[in-house]
């Protein structure tokens, strides 16, 4: 079994200023992890995902992520957000082989970046 | 560029009405999902397929059926509509293969029941 949990609901956050949504998974097998984002009337698109390799992944729009195992963290960060960058973002995992290939959402955060 | 499509992005039924959201998506792809989206509840999969007249249920399968005849179509059906059905559905597809690999998502259909 795997689950996501995205700590925060709602970030409000100045234009320029950095932002973290913060995102933790558990799981019995090895994962896949992602983040998907949803602008306003608008179906979700990948961000960025981790496969293997190196633990800070980056994406799309200058997000990047970092995937600590120790943690069963995946946080997404950007050191300076953008009005445009106000979406919902959602935390994905999906278990590695053994059987599951449907990821698990988490209740996604709403960024809201302020002028 | 993937496209999935989704025939309706706006739909209006009455409780009781049959209600079918039709969904296409043109990479080939095996896998298709059937997500509903609800205010603080995140995405909740009703339905998946991994081939051409297979599915499996998923989370919240209870009042929804699906059909996939062809690869490409992917439809969900409301048998007998109701107004805790008023929600976002996405429709989803993938390739086969790995649980790694990116999921393309519609852009929704906002469905309305009164």
């Known amino acids: 079994a795997q689950s996501v949990t995205q700590l925060d609901s709602q970030v409000p956050v100045f234009e320029e200023a950095p932002v973290e949504l913060r995102c933790n998974y558990s799981?019995?097998?090895?994962?896949?992890l992602f983040w998907y984002v949803q602008y306003p009337n608008q179906g979700l698109q990948l961000l960025l995902k981790?496969?293997?390799?190196?633990?800070l992944v980056k994406g799309i729009n200058g997000f990047e992520a970092e995937f600590n195992k120790s943690q069963t963290s995946f946080h997404l960060r950007k050191p300076s957000v953008h009005i445009s960058d106000t979406a919902e973002y959602f935390c994905?995992?999906?278990?590695?082989?053994?059987?599951?290939?449907?990821?698990?959402f988490g209740r996604g955060t709403s960024l809201i970046v302020h002028p | 560029d993937v496209k999935v499509t989704q025939s309706s992005r706006y739909l209006v039924k009455r409780t009781g009405e049959k209600v079918f959201l039709e969904c296409v998506q043109d990479?080939?792809?095996?896998?298709m999902f059937w997500y509903r989206q609800d205010p603080g509840l995140g995405l909740r999969l009703i339905y998946f397929?991994?081939?051409?007249?297979?599915?499996e249920k998923g989370d919240i399968p209870e009042g929804y059926s699906v059909s996939r005849e062809k690869k490409e179509r992917f439809s969900l059906i409301l048998e007998s509509a109701s107004t805790n059905q008023t929600s976002m559905y996405l429709c989803?597809?993938?390739?086969?293969?790995?649980?790694?690999?990116?999921?393309?998502f519609g852009e929704g259909s906002w469905l309305t029941v009164v």
């Open positions: 397929s991994y081939d051409v007249k297979m599915k």
């Open positions: 994905a995992v999906s278990g590695r082989g053994g059987g599951s290939y449907i990821p698990t």
């Open positions: 989803a597809s993938s390739l086969a293969g790995s649980s790694g690999n990116t999921i393309y």
């Open positions: 990479m080939d792809h095996e896998n």
């Open positions: 799981s019995s097998v090895s994962v896949y």
């Open positions: 981790y496969l293997s390799g190196s633990t």
